[in-house]
C-alpha cells in the first residue's frame, strides 16, 4: 500500500474557507483506480496542520491521479484562490508539504 500526506499549514483568516473546501469535496478521486481511502484531519490545536492521507494501492495509481484531468478539476477551487492571492501580490494563505510513505507489513 502507498500513502500520500499532505500537511496544509493554513493562517487563521483563511482556516474557514479550507475548511469549507475540504468539507465540500466532489468526491471523484472514490473513483480514481487504485484508490482505497482517505481521511482529512483538522488540527485540535489552531497552530497546527491540517492532514489529508490518502491511501493508493500503489504508487503508480497514485501519480495517474495526480496527472489526471479529474486531480485538476477537484482542486480548481483551491487553486484558483491561490492564484488570486497571487495576482495580488499577497503571500499564499495556505503552505503545503507533501510526503509519501509505503506500508511496513507488520
Request: hydrophobic fraction near 40%; proline fraction near 4%.
Amino acid at each position: 500500500m502507498f500513502v500520500a500526506c499532505n500537511y496544509l499549514a493554513c493562517v487563521d483568516e483563511y482556516q474557514e474557507r479550507l475548511e469549507s473546501l475540504l468539507r465540500s469535496r466532489s468526491h471523484s478521486i472514490d473513483n480514481a483506480p487504485g484508490f482505497m481511502g482517505m481521511k482529512v484531519l483538522k488540527p485540535i490545536r489552531h497552530a497546527d496542520h491540517f492532514l489529508i492521507v490518502s491511501q493508493w494501492y500503489d504508487q503508480d495509481h497514485f501519480d495517474d491521479w495526480r496527472e489526471s484531468p479529474a486531480f485538476q478539476l477537484v482542486h480548481a477551487r483551491g487553486f484558483g484562490d491561490l492564484k488570486r492571492f497571487a495576482d495580488r501580490g499577497e503571500q499564499s494563505p495556505v503552505r503545503s508539504t507533501f510526503r509519501t510513505y509505503n506500508l511496513i507489513g507488520v
